[in-house]
């Protein structure tokens, strides 16, 4: 973990933030617009159960009656690369996790992010895709009897949601703490130039 974490803050700038936040924003204008909207119009107006929040396991068994051929087709793709998007996305958070607390210029945060606060936003990643595994199954080869699997992915699916507010909550905290070192830093700078 830690050589993970410290390759993470060695290899954090502006410009490999910006490149995954560009394959992000790619495979988020992909999964809306062209993966999506041929699920909805198969499954006769029904959101992907990814997508869809609140979900409970009532919810999922209700809606993979309307999952015919055509939508378990068009859900396969979905899948495969929304495999990639929650990747992307935790690598995104994770280097800008990173950058800004190198910004911040706290001892203390630098290590915190050495031995493993950059790596946090790789937790709703594993959620993610534990949440497709079971969605997929749940779609594509439905077993005989699955409420079980589906209270088991509807509670997995909220805990994502709920990982996301963590993730966010620190992104401002950082966020905060790169602009209060910052301006710490300019403020030492004009007392030591006057």
Known sequence: MYRISSWIMQVATWRTVFAAFVLTA???????????????????????????????????????????????????????????????SGLFSS???????????????????????????FVPTLI?????????????SPPTEPAELAAATAIVHGAKLQAMGVLWATMGFLIASALIGTIMRRRNRSKTQA
């Open 26 to 88: 790619i495979l988020i204008a992909v999964i809306t617009n062209v993966l999506i909207p041929p699920i909805v119009a198969a499954t006769g107006g029904l959101d992907p159960f990814d997508i869809t929040f609140p979900l409970s396991a009532e919810d999922i068994l209700a809606g993979l009656d309307r999952y015919n051929a055509e939508a378990r087709e068009a859900y396969l793709i979905f899948t495969i690369v929304d495999v990639f998007f929650p990747v992307s």
């Open 95 to 121: 280097l800008l996790y990173a950058q800004l607390i190198g910004l911040s210029g706290f001892a203390w945060l630098v290590t915190a992010g050495n031995r493993g606060l950059v790596l946090l936003p």
């Open 128 to 140: 993610d895709l534990i949440e497709n595994v079971g969605f997929h199954i749940l779609i594509t």
